[in-house]
């Protein structure tokens, strides 16, 4: 099955500074990666996602990349700020297949 | 995106007791999921709620330890049985095909479990 690997595990960044997280998967089936973001006591939250037809996708202050050679993927999220302090997790699929395999998350501290 | 709800939100339980957690989503939709999040941990897949049959497990998960049932397209319910500490976790319901976009996946709150 698909094995998700996610990196770093935990991240500090200075309010304003960039942050990114990478993620690599090992199936080359899987067309469909979608980020959570996870705040404490609350469930996952599904921010942004790509699928395997295009290479970047924008919404604001967060992109996301794909490089389907090498099978990895990127969360970046620019001009941080305290709200972004969460854990994030990264996930794969296939189309059609819908069960999602979730790296082992993120937790991202933004210092104000 | 759909709206989905879960019920209860925590518990605890004791020992060899069994739990039914429900989920209800404002809409219909294709696909129910069951996860389950180990403290501090990532998600792990349990099963897919199948619509009038019966669900799909994950390796490492067994129908005599997590019934599920799905009676239509707008709500499911996970039972743990038997339980023991080691099954203390969050349990979290998704669903997806609530749109165009079908292979879109969102979660509800979760179910905190803490066993005794």
């Known amino acids: 099955g698909e094995n998700v690997e996610q990196h770093p595990s935990t991240l500090s960044v200075q309010e304003g500074d960039s942050a990114v997280i990478k993620c690599t998967y090992s199936?080359?089936?899987?067309?469909?990666f979608p980020w959570y973001k996870q705040e404490l006591g609350k469930g996952p939250q599904l921010i942004i996602d790509?699928?395997?037809?295009?290479g970047e996708k924008k919404d604001q202050r967060i992109a996301v990349t794909l490089n389907k050679t090498a099978k990895h993927f990127s969360l970046h999220i620019t001009e941080t700020q305290p709200e972004d302090s969460a854990v994030y997790f990264c996930?794969?699929?296939?189309?059609?297949?819908?069960?999602?395999?979730f790296g082992k998350g993120n937790q991202v501290v933004v210092i104000p | 995106s759909a709206v989905i709800s879960q019920k209860p939100s925590r518990d605890i339980c004791q020992r060899g007791t069994s739990l039914t957690i429900q989920c209800q989503v404002d809409?219909?939709?294709?696909?129910m999921f069951w996860y389950r999040q180990q403290p501090g941990q990532s998600l792990t897949l349990i099963a897919t709620?199948?619509?009038?049959?019966?669900?799909?497990?994950e390796s490492g998960f067994v129908i005599d330890k997590f019934p599920i049932s799905r009676p239509n397209l707008t709500f499911s319910t996970l039972t743990v049985s038997n339980m023991s500490p080691e099954d203390s976790s969050i349990y979290l319901c998704?669903?997806?095909?609530?749109?165009?976009?079908?292979?879109?996946?969102?979660f509800g709150p979760g179910t905190r479990l803490t066993v005794l």
């Open positions: 709620a199948n619509q009038g049959s019966e669900a799909t497990y």
């Open positions: 998704s669903v997806s095909g609530t749109g165009v976009r079908v292979d879109e996946q969102f």
């Open positions: 199936d080359s089936a899987s067309n469909y």
């Open positions: 790509i699928r395997s037809n295009v």
């Open positions: 809409s219909q939709v294709t696909m």
């Open positions: 996930a794969a699929s296939s189309y059609g297949n819908n069960r999602l395999a």
